[in-house]
């Protein structure tokens, strides 16, 4: 009986495509990525949620947002999530990195919403080393000196060690210790939200004393946040990352599991708002939380040297629902419950497939600091369509400046036309 394959997947935190030098970067080095890219898949039109949490959930779930998100900082306690599903079917699971999904808001901000989400202790995995476990005003750092909860208890010893190195070395020995067995890991990294801290690479690292390591009952949740932080180092925080992620593939070439493990690596959402990437000559300024490219297009890299041909580069598109499909696929697990998702299994192994010829989104920032309404849009490679009828032609358009008239000619019309059946049809 052939062992079911090994999956990794890695989900980086306030990362737009810009940023790799696989899609064109020019502002950071990312030679261990790049090179996961060019012996494996890249995609280019793969889009997600604006944020973090109704990315999370999303693909968490295999299901739109409209049908379990209950908000921000919150995945509903009843959801069922990849855990539950691979550790059901036989395989070893793992989560290391960001959770906060239990609860999220602090003292006296929706108080209705605090301890209403899944604990991570009933999130499906076999195993955990997690961040923001808990309360918000209890997080600590994410970076340097982190607070960590690990299986049921909190490290303590993290002084001077820092928060994504914990959870790589949590998951290489993870897989050491479950080589002989398929094993499922998630690894949604703290890297590089803000935020902006130096790194261990960085010159000032030694002497950086993270802002949460002041008592925390008198510390303030922006202070926690720290919000002032400094941009200068998401240099070096992309960097890191990089250098972290190679450090698993390592791990895996040094036991002899690359033929038998499929390496999933994306972002949450786009880069933070404000940071400016270079690609080539031309200036990509960070959208995070937008819902124009710059806040949905992320990276999306399949390595699999057994399964996926070298510096395949696909252009159809991909949203947040579609992964947990296409591991199940892979992964050869049947799954009744509702999954909205399509399977791009057949295109990373150089197959046509059936790729999607429309996207959806339910954005739904549902956070006292975003006081926005709920956005639902759908959208081709060119057109896209909200539901309040503004159209964009995002291949010329991708910051959406310039409002098309449905009426402009027949090609709008007719798109107009199909675009707004899919968002009256959806929800049926």
């Not at 039109?45 to 299901?63: D, E, F």
């Not at 959770?99 to 991570?120: A, C, F, H, T, V």
């Not at 195993?127 to 299986?151: F, L, M």
């Not at 046509?352 to 956005?375: A, C, H, M, Q, T």
Request: charged share 30%; glycine share 8%; aromatic share 12%.
């Amino acid at each position: 009986m052939n062992k079911k394959p090994n999956i990794i997947f890695i989900l980086s935190d306030d990362l737009g495509y810009e940023t790799l030098g696989c899609y064109g970067g020019t502002s950071y080095k990312t030679p261990n990525l790049d090179n996961l890219a060019k012996t494996g898949a890249r995609f280019n039109n793969a889009h997600v949620q604006p944020l973090c949490t109704p990315t999370r959930v999303q693909l968490m779930s295999g299901k739109y947002n409209f049908r379990n998100y209950i908000g921000f900082g919150l995945m509903d306690p009843k959801e069922r999530t990849f855990g539950h599903i691979y550790s059901e079917n036989g395989y070893k699971t793992c989560i290391a990195g960001k959770w906060q999904l239990y609860s999220y808001n602090p003292p006296g901000e929706k108080p209705e919403d605090r301890n209403k989400g899944q604990k991570i202790e009933d999130a499906g995995f076999d195993e955990y080393c997690v961040w923001h476990a808990h309360q918000t005003e209890e997080k600590g750092s994410r970076y340097k000196d982190p607070i960590i909860y690990q299986n049921g208890e909190y490290l303590k010893d993290t002084k001077e060690q820092y928060g994504d190195d914990i959870f790589a070395d949590y998951i290489n020995n993870f897989i050491e210790k479950n080589q002989d067995e398929p094993f499922f890991v998630y690894f949604p990294m703290a890297l590089t939200h803000d935020p902006k801290e130096p790194t261990p690479d960085s010159e000032e690292y030694k002497l950086f004393e993270p802002p949460s390591n002041k008592t925390l009952g008198g510390t303030t949740f922006d202070e926690l946040e720290n919000w002032d932080d400094d941009p200068k180092f998401y240099k070096d925080m992309v960097e890191y990352h990089d250098k972290i992620i190679g450090r698993i593939v390592s791990k895996l070439e040094s036991l002899n599991l690359r033929d038998d493990t499929l390496i999933i690596y994306a972002g949450d959402n786009g880069t933070t708002r404000g940071i400016v990437s270079m690609m080539g000559d031309k200036e990509i300024i960070g959208g995070k939380g937008l819902t124009s490219d710059t806040g949905t297009h992320v990276p999306l890299i399949c390595n699999w040297p057994k399964a996926v041909p070298q510096e395949t580069v696909i252009d159809d598109l991909v949203d947040a629902s579609d992964f947990l499909p296409t591991m199940l696929d892979i992964s050869n697990i049947e799954h009744n419950d509702i999954t909205d998702g399509r399977s791009f299994y057949s295109q990373i192994s150089g197959k046509k497939g059936n790729p999607r010829e429309w996207i959806y989104f339910y954005f739904d920032p549902n956070s006292p600091r975003l006081k926005r309404p709920v956005s639902e849009f759908v959208r081709e490679r060119k057109w896209k369509l909200y539901s309040d009828d503004r159209m964009f032609n995002v291949l010329d358009d991708p910051d959406e400046k310039n409002i098309i008239s449905c009426n402009e000619n027949e090609e709008t019309k007719e798109v107009y036309k199909k675009l707004k059946k899919i968002l009256a049809d959806i929800k049926n």
